[in-house]
């Protein structure tokens, strides 16, 4: 499944039900403007647009991690990437998602992970991480389903973005997924449906921005099916929650958001 690292098979099939995932915390806040910022509080137009990308997840976790021949150790002290919204960190295991229920739920996080970050909008890393994530059969049609969503101007426009899928001078563009738990509904030896339940950091950080950064919630269902000794998408439905009841925080300000997203990579590995 990765971009170049060879597998590694546990056991037989093993270890259905919940599972979780390793992923360290991060900090509260305080306000665009200083309101307080509910767990859906950004515009309906918005998450909707969030939604379709959201929607096409599949695939960015993966594409992060890829072609990194590290060690496989997980307390990595590397500083941040360049780019703010990038993973950051050595990848943890040199060896791809077990051959079992486990494996295909470790495979369904990660792939959340990449389809749910910026480099989503990046051609050349869009199709890298569409052909690790998806079967075969159906990465050249997902590919091209991605090409026009990602391209479209009034896309882009909507939120927020310049032409090129660049962010406007003095803003940070924010897309990220981080997974809350994983289950395992149904998985044998060729086949597997996991259900990842997340929550996303979806806008623009910086004094101005029309679209600040908001959260969701979303639960997306993922076929997969084991091939070329490692787990693949073939299709996934993805809902509207559970959503938690939003505590009494003040949302952070443009200024600390940005901060933050700057100092804080994102992570190349779920669980």
């Known amino acids: 499944m990765s971009l170049g ?19 360290p915390d991060s900090g509260g806040g305080d306000g665009y403007g200083g309101t307080r910022r509910g767990g859906r509080s950004s515009s309906r137009s918005l998450v909707t647009v969030v939604g379709v990308v ?23 002290t590397d500083k ?10 050595k990848t943890p295991v040199k060896s791809g998602f077990a051959h079992d229920s486990q494996g295909a739920q470790s495979a369904a996080a990660n792939y959340s992970v990449a389809l749910g970050s910026a480099e989503m909008f990046n051609a050349d890393r869009r199709h890298a991480i569409v052909n690790a994530v998806y079967a075969p059969d159906v990465a050249s049609a997902r590919q091209s389903d991605l090409d026009k969503a990602y391209s479209s101007e009034q896309f882009l426009t909507n939120i927020g973005l310049n032409k090129d ?6 803003q940070t563009f924010v897309s ?4 809350v738990g994983t289950k395992a509904t149904s998985a044998n030896a060729s086949t597997a449906t996991v259900e990842v339940w997340y929550t996303s950091l979806f806008g623009l950080s910086g ?10 919630w979303y639960t997306t269902t993922y076929q997969l099916k084991w091939i070329g000794n490692d787990w693949k998408v073939t ?37």
């Open 5 to 23: 690292d060879e597998r590694e098979t546990s056991g037989g099939y093993g270890g259905t039900g919940q599972t979780r995932t390793r992923l």
């Open 54 to 76: 959201v929607v096409l997840i599949a695939a960015i976790a993966f594409a992060n991690r890829g072609g990194d021949d590290a060690s496989t150790k997980t307390g990595s």
């Open 80 to 89: 941040p990437a360049t780019s703010p919204t990038a993973a950051t960190g």
């Open 165 to 170: 899928g660049s962010a406007p001078s003095g």
């Open 176 to 179: 990220r997924i981080i997974p």
């Open 207 to 216: 004094n101005g921005s029309t679209n600040p950064v908001s959260e969701s």
């Open 235 to 271: 299709d996934f439905q993805q809902k509207d929650g559970p959503v938690p009841v939003g505590r009494d925080q003040t949302a952070s300000t443009a200024d600390d958001m940005t901060k933050a997203i700057e100092e804080y990579g994102g992570f190349t590995y779920a669980r």
